[in-house]
């Protein structure tokens, strides 16, 4: 297959830090020119990027930001995030932050790159998530979001094309900086880690090589796709609870 993205100029939001930067990582290896932005700099910078200030949030500054580029052939939407937050501990102004980060900064992003990546025959890649597809308490908001992501990453592909190919990575729980944050100290990671089929958390690397993959040609005919990188999903409660026999 071909994965190599040389000569490629890529912009990853939200890449200075967690997944996006094993996603910057990721497309620097591949060959490509990589543009991370983000509202504060990286506390160390990634070989083979350039960091430029943005604040998505900031439609004016976002299409600036992207017309100044001398090109663009992939956008990865990867800004987002969410603190654990029940929906009664917030006003709707909180969560309407939420929504706005996760669902509409990457719409502003992709409307201002549009006639870039049109131009290109370019790529858009959302990084979505596993909350957007399940329950999600504590993070509703981050759920609904994620869920809106990915129905506009659908609806993209469609109107977009050919020009544009749109594809979604539905990634599942992921070991960075900020894991104590979610999961609590290494005995609370490895337990959670213990509820993946493939035993482990994703490495920020296992989903920057998955987004290569979608920006790359050899998935030039995958548009409009869901790609779950979750390592197996979540072993179903019912197994555990159930008094039946278990297979050896």
Partial sequence: MDNSLRGRIAVITGGT???GAG?????????AEVVVCARRAPEVRLPGTEFRPLDLRDPDAVRAFFADLPRLDVLVNNAGGTPYRRLTDAGPERHARVVELNLVAPLTASLAAYEQLRRACGSIVMIGSVSGARPSPGSAAYGAAKAGLEHLARSMAVEWAPEIRVN?????????????LHYGDESGVATVAGTVPLGRLAEPSDVGEAAVFLASPAAAYITGASLLVHGGGERPAFLDAATAPKES
């Avoid at 996603?23 to 591949?30: D, G, K, R, S």
């Fill in 17 to 19: 830090r967690g997944v």
């Fill in 23 to 31: 996603i910057a990582a990721a497309f620097a290896e591949a060959g």
């Fill in 168 to 180: 979604t990575l539905v990634v599942g729980m992921v070991r960075t900086e900020l894991s104590h």
